[in-house]
C-alpha cells in the first residue's frame, strides 16, 4: 500500500469519526458537548459541529494531497483510483445527508448532489466499459470546490458571514447543485454516443 493509497484510507477512517460524532447519541452514555451564543447569531453554536467540521477540513486535504502525490510520483493504482471514488462519496455525500437532517442545509442539495453522482459515476462506467476513459471537466471541478466550501461554512455555523447575514455557505451549495446538474449534462453529451451508439448502416 503506497501513500497516496494510505491518505485514502485515513480519509475513510475520519469520514467514519464524522459520521459517528455527527449521529451517535452520546448523551446515552453520559457525554454532552458544550455551546456557545455569539452575538449576533440567534442559535448558539454547538461544539459537536466545529469539531466535525475540523476533521471533514483534515479529511479533505487528503483529498488533495492523495491526487498530488500519485500524479507526482507515478503511483497511480486501480486499487487507489477505486478507495479514492469510495472515500469521496463517503465523506461529501454523508455529511450532506446529515447535515440537511439536522436542519443545517436544504434537503435538496443531497438529493441533487447524490443523483447527479450516480448519473456520472453510471457514464463512466459504461465509458470504461467500451474502453474510454472520461477525464474530469470544468464545471465538475468548479462543483467541487463550492461544494467542499460550503460544507464547511455549513459546519461552522456560516462564520463570519452569519454575523452580517450574508448566506455564503448556502449560495456556495446552491451554486455546487447548479453546477452538478451543468456538469452532468456535459459529461452525457461529451458521452452520448457511447451510451446510444448508432447503428451500422448495411
Not at 8 to 29: A, D, K, Q, W
Request: charged content about 15%; hydrophobic content about 55%; overall charge positive.
Amino acid at each position: 500500500m503506497n501513500l497516496p493509497t494510505k491518505l485514502t484510507v485515513l480519509r475513510l477512517i475520519l469520514s467514519v469519526i464524522v459520521i459517528i460524532l455527527l449521529v451517535f447519541p452520546f448523551y446515552t452514555i453520559g457525554i454532552s458537548f458544550p455551546s456557545y451564543t455569539i452575538s449576533g447569531l440567534s442559535n448558539p453554536i454547538e461544539l459537536q459541529y466545529i469539531v466535525a467540521g475540523i476533521i471533514f477540513i483534515i479529511a479533505s486535504l487528503t483529498d488533495f494531497f492523495d491526487g498530488y502525490i500519485a500524479r507526482k510520483y507515478n503511483l497511480i493504482t486501480d486499487t487507489g483510483k477505486m478507495l479514492d471514488a469510495i472515500a469521496d462519496k463517503v465523506l461529501v455525500n454523508s455529511v450532506l445527508i446529515i447535515l440537511a437532517a439536522h436542519g443545517f442545509i436544504n434537503e435538496i442539495i443531497p438529493v441533487i448532489i447524490v443523483l447527479r453522482d450516480i448519473v456520472v459515476n453510471a457514464i463512466k462506467m459504461e465509458a470504461a466499459a467500451k474502453g474510454k476513459v472520461v477525464a474530469a471537466i470544468g464545471a465538475g471541478k468548479l462543483k467541487t470546490a463550492s461544494l467542499m466550501v460550503g460544507i464547511v461554512l455549513a459546519f461552522f455555523y456560516n462564520l463570519p458571514f452569519a454575523i452580517i447575514d450574508i448566506e455564503v455557505a448556502s449560495f456556495l451549495l446552491y451554486f455546487a447543485c447548479i453546477m452538478s446538474i451543468i456538469s452532468a449534462y456535459q459529461y452525457f453529451v461529451m458521452n452520448k454516443d457511447i451510451i446510444f451508439p448508432k447503428k451500422k448502416e448495411i
